[in-house]
């Protein structure tokens, strides 16, 4: 059993960055791929970006370039790094930890972005 915790929401002027991070308990993550997703009001969740075992990482096409992904296994901990936060990414984002028929998911943290 995991427990995944997010935090770093918030609001954010267009343009602006926040670093969500996504706190593991119950179980070491260095086993699981992670990921975080995002669903917007009246849409259907997505996948943001996800990294795997070995570090791969994958993003949506929308987030390239302005999302990073990272994983610090020591600290059982993975991050999304957003930059040039646009209204469009306004969500609420959920930590997401997948291991063959495992599957694991956070409550979710609110980001808005909006001037």
């Known amino acids: 059993q995991v427990q995944l915790v997010e935090s770093g929401g918030g609001l954010v002027q267009p343009g602006g960055s926040l670093r969500l991070s996504c706190a593991a308990s119950?179980?070491?993550?260095?086993?699981?791929?992670m990921g975080w997703y995002r669903q917007a009001p009246g849409k259907q969740r997505e996948l943001v970006a996800l990294?795997?075992?070995?570090?791969?990482?994958n993003y949506v096409d929308s987030v390239k370039g302005r999302f990073t992904i990272s994983r610090d296994n020591a600290k059982n901990t993975v991050y999304l790094q957003m930059n040039s936060l646009k209204p469009e990414d306004t969500a609420v984002y959920y930590c997401?930890?997948?291991?063959?028929?495992?599957?694991?998911w956070g409550q979710g943290t609110q980001v808005t972005v909006s001037s």
């Open positions: 997401n930890a997948e291991f063959l028929k495992y599957n694991y």
């Open positions: 990294i795997t075992q070995g570090g791969i990482t």
């Open positions: 119950g179980s070491d993550i260095s086993i699981y791929i």
